[in-house]
């Protein structure tokens, strides 16, 4: 089990990182990450059923001051994206990250965490930005609760 | 830091890409990068995929193994991917310079000529363009150079393909006279029925659902191509609506996946003729004017106006050798 942030710890790590392939073990990914495809920058794990999906980046997509760090085609935490599992105890999460919980509407998260940097138009989305990460809650229509949060670096 | 040599890589040519010695490639290359092929890439018939090495200036080729060497086509795409081409790059843009030493003594600094007395052994099988490329034995090897030619731009080094069997060919005994008197025959007229035997053009045009080209070129690297007679300046009696024969393209070995055509090919041209060979002879051609032709990196094309046909070429830039050669009969509004 993980907390949220025990999680976003992990974010800008290496894949090669321990802790990162420790994750990766965690949530049923054994086999080495696949490669992006020749013109794609990242790929994806997907395990909504562990309640995260996580989001690498090929380092070179970042500036150079950060991909030099790396090897060529050396993938990065990029972003972990937390969603409700159909299954509580399959979830890997202990908690949400910044207190939420999933049953938190709109009002509340601002109150919260205070006036979102960016709002989406037409979308329930609010977006903000705390030191090298951004943060973005998508609430669902009525905005009684939360559908998904994102949590990646801001670059 | 260790540089990979350029010798390390040729003799795994044709190696696995998940073998251990490639693996000790990628790991010198410094690349996490690993090429693949998918469900998707297979249903969209891309056999290939590279990795491009930015910081040590150098590209790997990889081909489905079945493909490349012409197994059954239902083992196309089964792999494994194996090690088919290995680019060499100077500077360019966002690519460092291959540090390492190339194959053949060549340095980046040599013009073509000093490339050309480097590789003086193989001489016989140079085909020269806008790159020169060789035969060197177990693979080719082709140089770019810089718009002035005094130094080299890129070296690369490749397999052929293995052509597909020769079992299952079925190929018609034509000459290009032949050829030139079927123009404006009707689709099914008993004597273009007979003379293209045994290529049936009214059962494959059914088949692909195509209705102005009958495709041939597993059979036997052909394609032919029918249009309205009233759209054809010809120079037989034609009915206007009726489809009639107005082109037709032949193929080298490998391009779009065909048995090379083995039949006489018009003007005397052969496949294996280099573009100067191609503009040489066509030259000698006394009704044929060149109205167009380009060149980009990986390809070539020339087109001719004749009396009575239009000629057009396509050529590699890579292998300096002609891929195909299409026949049309003029159509009305043009030259």
Known sequence: MYSANELIELIGKSERNENILKLLSNV????????????????????????????????EEFSEEISKKYMEGELILDTIFFTPTDDPNASILMSLPKGLSYSTNRSSAREMLGQPNWIGKGINNDRWHFQNIRMLVSFSADESFIETISIGLDN | MTSMNASELLPLLGHAADSPEIEAIFEKLETLRRPQMDDEDIEERKWYDWVLV???????????????????????????????????????????AYSGALPFGLDFSDSSGAARSKLQAFESTRRSHITDWWNVGAHQLMISYA????????????????????????????????????????????????????????????????????????????????????????????????LVLAGMKFFRARDQDARQWKGELP???????????????MRNVKDARLVEYGDDKLTGYALWHAANVHLHVLYSNVENQLLRIKLTVPKHGTE
């Open chain 1, 28 to 59: 049923g990914q054994l086999k080495p990450l696949k490669r992006p495809k020749r013109g794609e920058s990242g790929v994806y794990v997907e395990c909504q059923e562990k309640g995260i999906q996580i989001l690498f980046t090929l380092a």
């Open chain 2, 267 to 281: 003007y005397g041209l052969n496949f294996e003729d280099s573009p100067p060979q191609l503009l040489s002879k």
């Open chain 2, 147 to 242: 718009p002035d030619f005094l130094s080299i731009d890129c070296v690369m080094v490749k397999l052929t393909a293995t052509p597909l069997s020769e079992g299952e060919r079925l190929q018609p005994a034509l000459s290009v006279k032949d050829w030139f008197s079927l123009f404006g025959e009707e689709i099914n007229s008993p004597l273009l029925t007979r003379s293209v035997d045994p290529l049936n053009i009214e059962r494959r045009m059914d088949e692909d659902d195509d209705a102005r080209t009958a495709d041939f070129t597993r059979e036997c690297g052909i394609e032919l191509y029918f249009d309205l007679g009233d759209n054809c300046k010809l120079l037989k009696k034609v009915r206007p609506k009726a």
């Open chain 2, 54 to 96: 930015k910081r040590k200036g150098v590209e790997l080729g990889f081909v489905d193994q079945p493909y490349f060497h012409a197994e059954p086509e239902d083992d196309w795409g089964n792999g494994p991917l194996i090690l088919c081409q290995a680019y060499f790059y100077n500077t360019r843009d966002g690519i460092a």
